[in-house]
């Protein structure tokens, strides 16, 4: 099936410790993008890319990190730094055309607790 | 930057009451879109609107784009308890280029 998958679904952290999320598609999208979900505070962007090898920073970008070496792949790095780690982080692709987004395909999402 | 403002946060209807939900851009935007995401779930899109002034439907959503496209609404005749769950808008972010940013999202609960 064509769709995004993210992995873990659930993880627990230690403080202090980094983590990684998972995230393929397998929709030839050109664009990705990282969500971070709090409640009553909606979707904020973390980091996006619309390239493989680029990605430019969203509006929370601190204590995160990524990469696009692939097309498929947008993996997030939580670092120790982010104060406040623990939410549900989705990702998601899009088709592009110029300068104009398509829609949104989410994955699952990975719920992230920091004990 | 661009600021994507929704409201109301929550909305609590009696199944068979209509629902309004409305998004407010403090830029002129391109187009918008607008997700649906059920309790536990992921956001699934539902519609993008692009001209100004466009009414789009489907079945009981109906999707507006104001004439100035800084805000919209979605409003939903007869509620059902399939309606359950957080609708959010979403906006190109301003002179970003692939940027979207969405509003914080209205959770709609629907009584039986």
């Known amino acids: 099936d064509g769709g995004i998958t993210q992995s873990p679904k659930y993880l627990f952290r230690k403080e202090g410790q980094n983590v990684t999320l998972s995230c393929e598609q397998n929709l030839n999208h050109d664009a990705m993008y990282w969500y971070r979900q709090d409640p009553g505070q909606g979707l904020r962007l973390i980091y996006y890319?619309?390239?493989?090898?680029?990605?430019q920073k969203g509006d929370i970008a601190e204590g995160y990190s990524v990469s696009r070496e692939k097309k498929e792949s947008f993996p997030l790095t939580v670092t120790s730094a982010q104060k406040n780690p623990t939410a549900f982080y989705l990702c998601a692709s899009s088709s592009t055309w110029g300068r104009s987004t398509g829609e949104l395909f989410f994955g699952e999402g990975s719920r992230l607790t920091v004990l | 930057g661009q600021q994507v403002m929704q409201i109301p946060q929550y909305q609590h209807v009696q199944e068979g009451e209509d629902f309004t939900t409305y998004c407010n851009s403090s830029t002129t935007l391109s187009n918008i879109q607008w997700y649906k995401q059920r309790p536990g779930g992921h956001p699934v899109f539902l519609i993008q609107l692009v001209k100004s002034g466009e009414v789009k439907k489907q079945k009981r959503l109906t999707f507006q784009f104001g004439e100035a496209k800084k805000n919209s609404s979605l409003h939903i005749t007869a509620t059902q308890t399939t309606d359950v769950g957080t609708y959010f808008c979403a906006g190109p972010g301003g002179t970003s280029y692939g940027k979207l940013t969405f509003g914080q999202g209205t959770i709609l609960t629907v009584h039986p």
């Open positions: 890319s619309q390239i493989v090898n680029d990605f």
